[in-house]
């Protein structure tokens, strides 16, 4: 089978490209090859390479400049997506849509199911639910896979736990909010759970996120740095009204995989423990 990646140089895409070609022909695509955000560019590339399996990871990610500038998010989220969306429908394609459990308003107390509705609050959240929509619009087969509190990366790892690790190397304090809730996820797991989600044939919508109960930010940054062995630092909880941000964040993000569970294919290891081994193997290569 021929998969063709967006947004291979992400993340996500770093880590989900060498698992995909293990079994499969990867054509990784970013920006430079295929930039979603062009309908003529997009249809070219797809109708060249013919794959049997997109996986659309490209995306605008950062939450705070969408909320900026909603022209960037719905253009690349939404219009991206439906570009990407159609020119599988033209040469049969399935589709992988990587969202967010953030496309929910985060005033559940427990964690999100797929069968709860859908309320975003931030430009970010409604752009990509809106891609959401889109590929159920446009296909017949697709699976949309919503992730949680996502790191991995190593290098490319510009998010919490690169920035804990960073912070609590050099300051003897680091402030941490302890009002919002989430369910991290590494990017290997996420990437070996996709593999296993395509072989199945079983389209629809996924949660795919670390098992366990869902932590508040300032748990997860807790587990971090006993993951790093780093003793020198101590952290403070504040509110999130400290660090007003221009983005709504939900208070709940955390998630259940029960769609997985349902099907008894919920391999997603517990959150701790995978957050271990990839920040003993982030210390390793740093």
């Excluded at 390479?49 to 909320?67: N, S, Y």
């Excluded at 967010?100 to 990509?128: H, L, M, W």
């Excluded at 517990?270 to 193997?281: D, F, H, T």
Aim: glycine share 8%.
């Amino acid at each position: 089978m021929r998969v063709l990646v967006t947004g291979a140089k992400g993340m996500l895409g770093s880590e989900l490209c060498p698992i995909f070609g293990q079994q499969y022909e990867v054509v990784a695509t970013d920006i430079e090859e295929m930039d979603v955000r062009d309908p003529q560019t997009v249809l070219k590339t797809v109708r060249a390479i013919q794959p049997q399996l997109v996986v659309h990871l490209a995306a605008a990610t950062d939450v705070d400049e969408c909320e900026r500038d909603p022209d960037l998010a719905y253009l690349t989220n939404a219009i991206g997506t439906r570009n990407v969306a159609l020119a599988c429908q033209q040469v049969g394609a399935e589709m992988v849509y990587l969202s967010t459990i953030s496309v929910f308003d985060g005033t559940k107390c427990t964690p999100y199911i797929e069968f709860d509705a859908p309320n975003p609050q931030s430009i970010y959240s409604r752009s990509k639910h809106e891609g959401e929509l889109i590929v159920q619009r446009l296909l017949n087969r697709f699976y949309i896979v919503r992730a949680g509190w996502m790191y991995g990366g190593f290098g490319k790892d510009k998010k919490f736990v690169g920035k804990i690790i960073s912070l609590a190397k050099v300051r003897p304090v680091v402030t941490v909010v302890d009002d919002k809730f989430g369910s991290p996820t590494y990017t290997l797991d996420i990437s070996r759970g996709l593999l296993e989600l395509v072989q199945t044939g079983l389209c629809g919508t996924y949660h795919m996120v670390g098992t366990g109960s869902p932590c508040s930010r300032l748990e997860y940054a807790g587990a971090i740095l006993e993951a790093a062995g780093i003793t020198t630092c101590r952290l403070e909880a504040v509110s999130s009204a400290r660090f007003p941000l221009p983005a709504h964040r939900p208070r709940m993000e955390g998630a259940r995989n029960y769609h997985l569970e349902l099907m008894g294919m919920n391999h997603m290891r517990p959150w701790r423990a995978a957050l271990q081994e990839y920040v003993g193997a982030l210390l390793r290569e740093s």
